[in-house]
């Protein structure tokens, strides 16, 4: 049984628990543009085509650049399906949707254990970093993590090194009353760096550790030397932290998203990506191009503006919610 059966099963299973339910139809829901967008292109073509040619994998091709999965993402894919389709001499499009599904579950994956949840300290505060660009929703997203971990029991600290931005201090510190969870802050424009060290003095008393840091790409080098005397700080405190970096990517910017993503895996160890706003953009194979590019998981989905639209990555879930249509 490939992927494409495997998923219909279970999401068509009357098994699945509410919690799972919830999940999935956040996901449906979220990427309902792409979606909509993705599975009219593929039913056009698939009505043009009675049988499956070199035209039909080139138009294929096109409409899959188009959902922004991305040039070198498709290329591989297509040279996959391609040579699967002549294995298993597929020539009926309807049939080839099943393989599509299949091959891009793959393209994710590549043989490896996906880690798509945060790596939780046992002794001591998890410390999570932040970065990305302003504008992402980076204070929003620390935001809505801060009332999850807090609902489920947990201590947080919000930290505010983002000293660079006007307004950025008060706006955190506005969620934090907001969440009534405790904020380590300083004055604007003083060195980041004082404010984590200051947060983690108090990190011991904490299960978990949320730093906000400024977003300019402008000029990589200041921004590196700055992440690397954050990160300094934080491991003197606490040998091994942080123990996630987290960038914050704006889905709808598309391949601009991509461009992020290299720059900032250039100057930090990013070790997870946050995509916001995947539910305001037609272009949800983003998805797909961030982890073949840059080879960074996924860990948090935004499908909304509601602190529960915040969601873990779940690849079997995103693509349900994509290829609904053809389930």
């Known amino acids: ?9 279970k999401f068509s299973s009357k098994k699945v628990n509410e919690v799972e339910k919830k999940e999935t139809e956040s996901y449906e829901k979220g990427l309902e543009k792409t979606r909509k967008d ?27 650049i188009m959902a922004d999965i991305g040039v070198n993402t498709v290329i591989k894919f297509m040279d996959r399906l391609v040579e699967r389709a002549r294995k298993e001499k597929i020539e ?9 599904v299949d091959e891009l579950f793959i393209i994710y994956v590549n043989d490896e254990v996906l880690v798509n949840k945060i790596n939780y300290r046992e002794n001591g505060p998890t410390v999570i970093l ?5 504008g992402v929703g980076k204070t929003t997203t620390i935001a809505k993590i801060a009332k999850k971990e807090k609902d489920a029991g947990k201590k947080v600290l919000l930290v505010a090194a983002d000293t660079f931005r006007a307004g950025a201090v008060e706006q955190l510190t506005e969620w934090a ?16 760096a004082s ?5 983690m003095e108090r990190a011991k008393d904490y299960d978990l550790v949320l730093i906000d840091t400024a977003g300019r ?14 990160k300094k700080v934080i491991n003197n405190h606490q040998d091994g932290s942080p123990e996630e970096t987290l960038l914050v990517i704006d889905a709808t910017t598309g391949q601009n998203g991509i461009s992020q993503a290299k720059a900032f895996k250039e100057i930090t160890d990013v070790t997870g990506i946050v995509l916001t706003k995947l539910d305001g953009s037609a272009k949800g194979g983003i998805v797909l191009a961030i982890k073949e590019e840059v080879n960074i998981p996924v860990k948090y989905v935004g ?3 509601k602190e529960e639209d915040l969601r873990v990555f779940d690849i079997e879930k995103y693509i349900y919610g994509l290829f609904k249509e053809m389930m």
Do not use: A, C, H, W
Not at 130 to 134: E, H, K, L, Y
């Open 1 to 9: 049984m490939g992927f494409f059966s495997k998923l219909k099963e």
């Open 130 to 134: 932040f970065v990305g660009v302003n």
């Open 177 to 192: 009353n907001r969440l009534k969870v405790d904020i380590e802050s300083g004055e604007e424009g003083i060195d980041p």
């Open 38 to 64: 993705f599975s009219n292109k593929l039913n056009k073509l698939n009505k043009k085509y009675s049988k499956v040619n070199q035209e039909y994998f080139e138009e294929l091709e096109e409409i899959l």
């Open 217 to 230: 790409l402008q000029n990589k080098v200041n921004l590196m030397n700055e992440l690397e005397k954050i």
């Open 92 to 100: 009926d499009p309807e049939t080839l949707k099943e393989l599509i």
């Open 303 to 305: 499908m909304g503006e």
């Open 195 to 199: 404010v984590v060290y200051s947060g």
